[in-house]
Antibody, heavy 112, light 112 residues
Framework: QVQLQQWGAGLLKPSETLSLTCAVYGGSFTDYYWTWIRQSPGKGLEWIGD???????NYNPSLKSRATISVDTSKNQFSLKLTSVTAADTAVYYC??????WGQGTMVTVSS | DIVMTQTPLSLSVTPGQPASISCKSS???????????LYWFLHKAGQSPQLLIY???SRFSGVPDRFSGSGSGTDFTLNIGRVEAEDVGVYYCMQGKHLPLTFGGGTKVEIK
């Protein structure tokens, strides 16, 4: 059974870069798209983007090119970087294998 | 972007009674691959989202058979045959036909 474990800084100041990593245990790292979504306080779910193991990526245009998803096949890990964060980026971030399996979530707060 | 509209916003259900959630998409979710890319998730408080239903009506691994999905084109429904206490949370529909993937606003289900 695949498990995803994620980590990263939970408190950022405006204009800093959010950086989260997700490790995949069990199952293949190839043949899937690796996904990031988020949920802002009191709001619904938002798809951030995804990448396959070859580095083919897709992003939500709403993030205005601030997001970068990268994969490290040697470590079975993938990462999210989000630049120039603001309070609007405060959310719980989830990594996922496609849309079917998800990490435990990381609360990221942006505050001065 | 494809807009997903869910109704109702919230639902209070007596245990053992049925529940139904509607989801409408702004465009048909029937893909040229012959599949209709409509998915249902349950997001329980403090947990990761759980995939319940994929491609309109197929139950994901481990999902109880009291959950069923139906619909076509732009109109979809999630039915819970007999609600149990563990079914509380926010239910989301999501379309996977066009990027960016988009979610409905969510339906909060609580137990009376």
């Amino acid at each position: 059974q695949v498990q995803l474990q994620q980590w990263g800084a939970g408190l950022l100041k405006p204009s800093e870069t959010l950086s989260l990593t997700c490790a995949v245990y069990g199952g293949s790292f190839t043949d899937y798209y690796w996904t990031w979504i988020r949920q802002s306080p009191g709001k619904g779910l938002e798809w951030i983007g995804d990448s396959n193991d070859s580095g083919n990526t897709n992003y939500n245009p709403s993030l205005k090119s601030r997001a970068t998803i990268s994969v490290d096949t040697s470590k079975n890990q993938f990462s999210l970087k989000l630049t120039s964060v603001t309070a609007a980026d405060t959310a719980v971030y989830y990594c996922g294998r496609g849309i079917s399996r998800w990490g435990q979530g990381t609360m990221v707060t942006v505050s001065s | 972007d494809i807009v997903m509209t869910q109704t109702p916003l919230s639902l209070s259900v007596t245990p053992g009674q049925p529940a139904s959630i509607s989801c409408k998409s702004s465009q048909s979710l029937l893909h040229s691959d012959g599949k209709t890319h409509l998915y249902w998730f349950l997001h329980k408080a403090g947990q990761s989202p759980q995939l319940l239903i994929y491609e309109v009506s197929s139950r994901f691994s481990g999902v109880p058979d009291r959950f069923s999905g139906s619909g076509s084109g732009t109109d979809f429904t999630l039915n819970i045959g007999r609600v149990e206490a563990e079914d509380v949370g926010v239910y989301y529909c999501m379309q996977g036909k066009h990027l960016p993937l988009t979610f409905g606003g969510g339906t909060k289900v609580e137990i009376k």
